[in-house]
Structures are given as C-alpha cells and as structure tokens.
C-alpha cells in the first residue's frame, strides 16, 4: 500500500503531498448536515442537509522530514481559510468517476465516464448523488468504458451517480483551527488533523 496523500490547488495547478508514513489513526464517520432556516412568523425549521463524513487522521511520531514539514505549512495557509483539497488514504487509489449510463437492479454492468486506475479485484464506492443507494462491488472484469462486477449490484443507480475508491476523499474542508502538526520532543513530530469529506459532486 502506498502511503496517504494530500492534493489541493492554490492556483497553478494541483499540488499533491505524500506523507513521511503510513497512518496509525484513521477514523471515518457519517453525518447529516443540520440546517436551521428561519421562517416567516420567527419558526425555525430544521432541515436535513448533505451527508458529509467526519474524519480524523494521525501519526502519532515521525522524524524531523524539512520538505514534509515545509509542504504541510503551505497547505495549512490554504486549509484554515477554508481552501478545499483532497485526501487519499492511498496514494495509489484515486478512482473518481461517474456512470454514463443508468445501472440497474441486480444486474452486474456498469458503465463510467472512465474506467482509469480501476484494478480486478478491488472494491469501489457506488452511491447517487444524492447520497443514497451507498454500496461497494467488487470488480472482476473491464472492457472500457464499462465493467462487470462479481456480484449484482444491490441498488438502482442513475447517471452522474459516483463510482469512486472508497478511502479517497477529493472533496474535503478542514474542521479544526489549530495547525495538524505539532512538534514533539527529540526532533519528533506529531500529525492530527480533522476535517469533512463531502460527497455531493460539486465541491464545497
């Protein structure tokens, strides 16, 4: 496995850090966006918005790397004000794609606007744009642009529907203030960092 990523794009096109290990932290949980709305007459109505995924990553000790370091201040400058970027908890598996075509119940094609970095053998997310219908198959065979999974797919999926590797996350916004490197003593250094994964198509 190839170590986690980081990608953003200040302008001047994307910038992709890899980090110095592998995680030992690495939590990834759903949760509907509560919106209040204020309407006529002062009621306030609460609304379920987008599911977005809560994730927290860590390492908790790695060597003084300069370049890692250095790289992870500038992306930190973006980050805080709200920048989006993307994480990979993989580097080699950044599958992220939709379908052309309508997939069907229990029927085991599919058929994507680029079938790029997807392997035999491993699993990717399929799930609607609007959240719902979340599932993963497991690929057994590709003739671009369309692939055949092992199974039939468990649910409908319409066209746009993400088709995606299921630990990359290319849509995401930091969710703490404080900076996600902190020294330690003995030339140690230590990695927590927060942030949301929004899996609508349109970035945040």
Same mark, same amino acid.
Not at 86 to 96: L, Y
Not at 139 to 147: K, M, N, Q, R, T
């Given at each position: 496995?190839?170590?986690?990523?980081?990608?953003?794009?200040?302008?001047?096109?994307?910038?992709?850090?890899?980090?110095? &290990?592998?995680?030992?932290?690495?939590?990834?949980?759903?949760?509907?966006?509560?919106?209040?709305?204020?309407?006529?007459?002062?009621?306030?109505?609460? /609304?379920?918005?987008?599911?977005?995924?809560?994730?927290?990553? $860590?390492?908790?000790?790695? !060597?003084?790397?300069? *370049?890692?370091?250095? *790289?992870?201040?500038?992306?930190?400058?973006?980050?805080?004000?709200?920048?989006?970027? $993307?994480?990979?908890?993989?580097?080699?598996?950044?599958?992220?794609?939709?379908?052309?075509?309508?997939?069907?119940? !229990?029927?085991?094609?599919?058929? &994507?606007?680029?079938?790029?970095?997807?392997?035999? $053998?491993?699993?990717?997310?399929?799930?609607?744009?609007?959240?719902?219908?979340?599932?993963?198959?497991?690929? *057994?065979?590709?003739?671009?642009?369309?692939? !055949?999974?092992?199974?039939?797919? &468990? /649910?409908? /999926?319409?066209? $746009?529907?993400?088709?995606?590797?299921?630990?990359? /996350?290319?849509?995401?916004?930091?969710?703490?203030?404080?900076?996600?490197?902190?020294?330690?003593?003995?030339?140690?250094?230590?990695?927590?960092?927060?942030?949301?994964?929004?899996?609508?198509?349109?970035?945040?």
């Amino acid at each position: 496995m190839a170590a986690p990523s980081l990608i953003y794009d200040p302008g001047g096109g994307p910038i992709t850090i890899v980090f110095p &290990l592998e995680l030992d932290s690495y939590d990834a949980r759903s949760v509907p966006s509560i919106v209040q709305i204020e309407q006529p007459a002062g009621v306030i109505a609460t /609304h379920q918005g987008a599911v977005h995924d809560e994730i927290v990553i $860590g390492i908790s000790a790695f !060597n003084q790397d300069d *370049a890692f370091l250095d *790289a992870m201040v500038a992306f930190w400058s973006w980050a805080q004000t709200g920048g989006g970027f $993307g994480f990979a908890f993989d580097s080699d598996k950044v599958v992220d794609t939709t379908l052309t075509v309508k997939h069907d119940q !229990n029927k085991v094609g599919y058929t &994507l606007a680029s079938t790029a970095g997807i392997i035999v $053998g491993e699993f990717y997310l399929v799930e609607d744009v609007n959240q719902a219908n979340q599932e993963e198959v497991k690929v *057994a065979s590709i003739s671009p642009p369309s692939l !055949n999974a092992e199974d039939p797919g &468990l /649910h409908e /999926h319409l066209i $746009g529907s993400i088709f995606r590797d299921p630990d990359y /996350h290319p849509r995401c916004v930091a969710s703490q203030d404080d900076e996600p490197i902190v020294e330690l003593p003995g030339a140690l250094w230590k990695l927590l960092f927060a942030f949301r994964s929004f899996r609508e198509i349109t970035t945040p």
